[in-house]
C-alpha cells in the first residue's frame, strides 16, 4: 500500500515544488532586470556571456554572469562593486581588459541610488553559472 501512495503523490509534490520555485525567483529578477534597463546599464552589460558589442566587438562591459564568476567567494567584493558602480571604475586599473571594448565604466551616481546599486550588485553577483 505505502509504495504505492508515494509514487502517485510525487509527481504532483515536484510540480508544486517547480511551481513554487519558479514563483519566488521571477519576480525578483524581473525587477532587477527593471531597475538595471531604467538605470541604463543594459547599453553596456548583458546578463549572459557571449553576446557582442556595436560592430561585432566584445560587449562594452563584461556579461554579469561572468562578474558572479570572476568574484564568487570574495568576502568585501559587494561593497567593492557596489562603489565601482557609483563611482563608475579607474581606465588605469581595468578589471576586464582585453575581454570587453569598453575602456572603463562611467560613475552611474546620477542614474541609480545606493540602495538600489547595492540590491543590483547583490543580484549581479547572484549570476553564476548554478543558476537559472
Ligand atoms: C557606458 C557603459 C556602461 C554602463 C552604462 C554601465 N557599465 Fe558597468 N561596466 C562597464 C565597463 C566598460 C566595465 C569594465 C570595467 C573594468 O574593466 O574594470 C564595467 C564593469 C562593471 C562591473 C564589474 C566591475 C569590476 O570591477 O569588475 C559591474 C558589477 C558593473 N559594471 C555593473 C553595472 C551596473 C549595475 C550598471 C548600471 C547602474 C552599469 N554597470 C552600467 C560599462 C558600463
Redesign the pocket.
Given at each position: 500500500m505505502k509504495p504505492v501512495a508515494v509514487r502517485s503523490f510525487s509527481p504532483a509534490l515536484g510540480a508544486l515544488w517547480l511551481v513554487a520555485a519558479q514563483a519566488m525567483a521571477a519576480p525578483d529578477d524581473a525587477a532587477m532586470l527593471k531597475l538595471?534597463t531604467g538605470?541604463?546599464?543594459m547599453?553596456?552589460?548583458h546578463v549572459e556571456p557571449g553576446a557582442k558589442g556595436p560592430d561585432g566587438l566584445p560587449p562594452?562591459?563584461?556579461a554579469?554572469r561572468d562578474?558572479a564568476v570572476?568574484y564568487k567567494g570574495q568576502s568585501g567584493a559587494e561593497k567593492q562593486?557596489t562603489a565601482?558602480?557609483l563611482a563608475g571604475?579607474n581606465p588605469y586599473d581595468?578589471?576586464?581588459?582585453g575581454k570587453?571594448s569598453?575602456?572603463?565604466?562611467?560613475p552611474?551616481r546620477v542614474?541609480?541610488s545606493e540602495p538600489d546599486?547595492r540590491r543590483?550588485?547583490q543580484w549581479?553577483l547572484n549570476r553564476d553559472a548554478n543558476r537559472p
Amino acid at each position: 500500500m505505502k509504495p504505492v501512495a508515494v509514487r502517485s503523490f510525487s509527481p504532483a509534490l515536484g510540480a508544486l515544488w517547480l511551481v513554487a520555485a519558479q514563483a519566488m525567483a521571477a519576480p525578483d529578477d524581473a525587477a532587477m532586470l527593471k531597475l538595471a534597463t531604467g538605470s541604463g546599464c543594459m547599453t553596456c552589460h548583458h546578463v549572459e556571456p557571449g553576446a557582442k558589442g556595436p560592430d561585432g566587438l566584445p560587449p562594452i562591459g563584461p556579461a554579469w554572469r561572468d562578474v558572479a564568476v570572476k568574484y564568487k567567494g570574495q568576502s568585501g567584493a559587494e561593497k567593492q562593486l557596489t562603489a565601482t558602480v557609483l563611482a563608475g571604475s579607474n581606465p588605469y586599473d581595468s578589471h576586464w581588459k582585453g575581454k570587453v571594448s569598453g575602456l572603463a565604466m562611467p560613475p552611474n551616481r546620477v542614474a541609480i541610488s545606493e540602495p538600489d546599486a547595492r540590491r543590483l550588485v547583490q543580484w549581479i553577483l547572484n549570476r553564476d553559472a548554478n543558476r537559472p
